[in-house]
């Protein structure tokens, strides 16, 4: 038998094994049965809320808040982070800011966004926004100012100007990095999206959770968990096939 | 040791093309004091002219050619092409990199063309100039590869080519054979003189550490000191053109000179190198 | 970069951030309804540093914060040890540690304090699972990837394998550690506060969000102005120890 196919099988019987001593733990009574939901609770509460048309609903809400934040986060942090690579006096005047703000816990913010946005989804966007775009920045501007200077220096002497400089070198050369780095945020922009929704809204995953810890429905949390990891999985096999696309011409 | 007038391929009686009189220094990142790079360096160059500048590794000549180029701007004194002041990159000068500058995201034919398009060239127009360039350098079947997939050799054709497409009349070349194999590197050293030699008034300054190829292919070979650099030397390379690369060297004459300028290199080389620390 | 315009920067870096606040204590329609007067703000934190109960839970945050983050470098430096040594290990397990990654680990708060309650422990355990990915990955690929050459010549040289692991993998642990430490660090800063937003009974986020609830906004500007200043603080402080530690690194 091939290695490959005896660590398939090896990590199937531990999957197993997990989820098997899971439901044994469960049913001996060994834990809180309502704290910790048997894995054959969660499959049925799965199952039921499948059908209904609510999760689906949930589903998208908490899509369209990642979303919106995410898009305006790699967008705005992309042309900030460029300009903080391309300009020194950019980067002296905002790197203060940009590092004070980086160093604040941005999910302690909640309570202000709360107090600011009242309770619908426009908080959870802005803190899905405000994690995005210092992570999208950050590596941008790295990126623009790990180019190799030979490629900007040999563009200025065949007469490039500063937005064809920009469009011929930096776009293409960041665009590597903005397309894995995007691949880390969406994961973290996704759970932030949750986080938001504990918070405020009547609706989403995040909501799900909360409510399943408010009702102590646990079968619920695990759900939307299962839910959400399923989101996860997905969204990043789709940006992988973007990124591997895009490094087709690498070096 | 005075510099010796050059006779240049056509004796030029107006004002040289490039004047240089510079001294440079560099801010250090940990020290706060400078060094010096350059010390008081003077150079002249006639249009038309192929001159070569040789000293011993680290003497700033990499760093001079920058400042020519306008990619810097020295800390001292001017540089002056065609009577105006170097005070940034000009349209009429180019530049080749040690190790080539081709975007990996681009075809060779679309690197070559670049520079064209830069200058507003339409685009039916700039494919063909570009591909009579690539076609002069030897690329006629590589046009829409991509640098990754062509070999260093090739790859530095297509720099060049790229370099050379706008006709530039003052060309600067940074040490640009120096990652290429013997044989690979005659052929194109062949093809970039048979370029310049065509090309109507093309000034060429070329950087390098082979003393060898700097006498087969200038006119003159100015040799500079140890760290900080100067000009030491100007040697004046009378061998008759149009010439072979690979058979000029078995010439006498090319022995001849090749001995004089290697013992005054060579002096300059050992100037900084004290017993025990040429590690 | 002149001296004139670095100083001119900073200048306008001071304006800005004088502007801004000038705008925010006088637009009273608006921000301050929200948001409360920055001059409300700083009377409120005088309050909260006078106040022994108030000022008792810093403490309590950090200590949350820290216990989590310690038994995270300890758990996920055993696990990569693990996974490294052996890559069959590695290869088996690897998908389940993506999986962990991947899990929504800090929606997953509400569910701990389900199961483990609103005390100490269960922030301390939620800050550890939450926060061991970052530097079990860290670690788990600096392990892996020790420069071969560094290796071999070990070997020519002579060592034996305690030598190795002391002169070369250990070395490779304690640098991935200090390089990932102030993501660590901050993450697990975040996910203490954010446990105590939801259900607590001491500690800064607890507080913020009982002011939150009595519309006593100043007072929770003034806890998130607190946690963003120790937060920036032991950035700064960790970005000089990473400096120090790191030097002989190359800046690729």
Redesign the interface.
């Known amino acids: 038998m091939s290695t490959a196919w005896s660590k398939r099988i090896l990590q199937l019987l531990i999957l197993a094994a997990i989820v098997g001593l899971w439901q044994l733990l469960v049913s001996a009574g060994e834990f809180n049965a309502i704290a910790v939901a048997s894995p054959g609770s969660v499959a049925n509460e799965l199952g039921s809320l499948l059908g209904n048309t609510t999760i689906w609903l949930d589903m998208l809400h908490t899509l369209r808040g990642l979303a919106i934040g995410y898009l305006a986060g790699v967008a705005v942090g992309t042309a900030i982070g460029t300009l903080m690579g391309v300009s020194a006096v950019v980067r002296a005047y905002l790197t203060p800011f940009v590092a004070f703000l980086n160093a604040v816990p941005r999910l302690a913010l909640i309570p202000l966004l709360v107090a600011w946005l009242g309770f619908g989804q426009s908080q959870q966007v802005v803190l899905v926004f405000l994690v995005v775009v210092f992570m999208v920045l950050l590596t941008v501007q790295a990126s623009v100012q790990n180019i190799p200077k030979r490629f900007v220096d040999n563009a200025r002497m065949i007469g490039a100007s500063r937005l064809e400089l920009v469009r011929e070198v930096y776009l293409p050369a960041i665009g590597i990095w903005v397309i894995s780095s995007a691949r880390v945020a969406i994961g973290i922009g996704l759970q932030v999206a949750l986080v938001g929704e504990f918070f405020g809204g009547h609706q989403g995953l995040g909501y799900m959770i909360e409510e399943g810890e408010a009702t102590y429905n646990t079968n619920l949390i695990y759900a939307a968990v299962v839910v959400t990891a399923v989101l996860a999985i997905v969204i990043d096999q789709l940006l992988g096939v973007v990124n591997r696309r895009a490094a087709r011409w690498l070096p | 040791m005075m510099p010796e007038t050059a006779p240049s391929r056509e004796t030029v009686m107006s004002a040289p093309l490039l004047e240089v009189d510079v001294r440079h220094e560099i801010k250090g990142e940990r020290q706060k004091t400078a060094n010096l790079v350059l010390s008081d360096v003077s150079l002249r160059v006639n249009a038309g002219e192929f001159v070569s500048i040789v000293g011993p590794s680290g003497c700033g000549k990499s760093t001079l050619l920058t400042l020519i180029?306008g990619?810097a701007r020295p800390s001292g004194g001017t540089i002056k092409i065609n009577g105006e002041q170097v005070t940034g990159?000009r349209?009429d000068?180019?530049?080749i990199?040690q190790?080539d500058?081709l975007?990996?995201?681009r075809t060779a034919s679309e690197n070559v063309q670049?520079?064209l398009k830069?200058?507003g060239v339409a685009k039916a127009e700039r494919r063909r100039r570009a591909a009579e360039w690539m076609d002069r350098f030897g690329l006629e079947d590589l046009h829409e590869r991509?640098?990754?997939e062509m070999s260093g050799g090739q790859r530095k054709r297509a720099a060049i080519a790229?370099?050379l497409v706008?006709e530039p009349r003052l060309l600067l070349m940074d040490e640009p054979f120096s990652a290429l194999d013997v044989q690979t590197r005659d052929f194109i050293e062949t093809d970039v003189l048979s370029a310049w030699s065509q090309t109507e008034d093309q000034t060429a300054l070329l950087v390098t550490h082979d003393l060898e190829e700097a006498i087969a292919l200038s006119d003159r070979v100015v040799v500079m000191s140890q760290s900080p650099g100067r000009v030491v030397s100007d040697y004046a390379v009378d061998i008759p053109r149009p010439r072979d690369i690979m058979d000029v060297r078995t010439t006498e004459h090319f022995q001849v000179l090749h001995k004089k300028i290697w013992a005054d290199l060579r002096t300059q080389v050992l100037q900084g190198a004290t017993p025990g620390n040429s590690w | 970069m002149r001296l004139w315009a670095k100083g001119l920067i900073v200048l306008a870096d001071v304006a800005t951030v004088a502007g801004v606040i000038a705008i925010w204590q006088s637009d009273s329609a608006r921000t301050a309804t929200y948001l409360s007067r920055p001059s409300d703000i700083a009377s409120a934190i005088k309050v909260w540093l006078t106040n022994s109960t108030l000022l008792g839970y810093i403490p309590v945050t950090l200590e949350e914060a820290a216990l989590g983050m310690v038994i995270a470098l300890v758990a996920a430096t055993v696990l990569a040890s693990l996974l490294a040594s052996s890559s069959y290990a590695a290869g088996v397990l690897e998908p389940f540690m993506a999986l962990g990654n991947a899990a929504p680990r800090i929606a997953l708060a509400p569910l701990f304090l389900l199961i483990f309650g609103t005390e100490l422990k269960s922030k301390v355990i939620f800050v550890a699972t939450a926060v061991v990915f970052i530097p079990f990955f860290s670690i788990f690929r600096a392990l892996t990837t020790v420069d071969k050459d560094i290796l071999n010549n070990a070997r020519c040289l002579g060592a034996r394998r305690m030598w190795i692991v002391r002169d070369v993998y250990i070395p490779a642990v304690t640098s991935s550690v200090v390089a990932s430490l102030r993501v660590t660090v901050a993450f697990s800063l975040l996910t203490a506060i954010l446990a105590e937003y939801l259900a607590s009974q001491e500690g800064i986020g607890y507080e913020i969000q009982q002011a939150q609830q009595n519309s006593q906004t100043n007072f929770a500007m003034a806890g998130v102005v607190i946690i963003a200043l120790i937060a920036v603080c032991i950035d700064m402080a960790l970005r000089l120890l990473e400096r120090r530690a790191l030097v002989w690194r190359d800046p690729s």
């Open positions: 180029a990619l990159v349209p000068v180019g530049f990199f190790q500058a975007l990996p995201w670049l520079a830069f200058r991509y640098p990754r790229a370099t706008y």
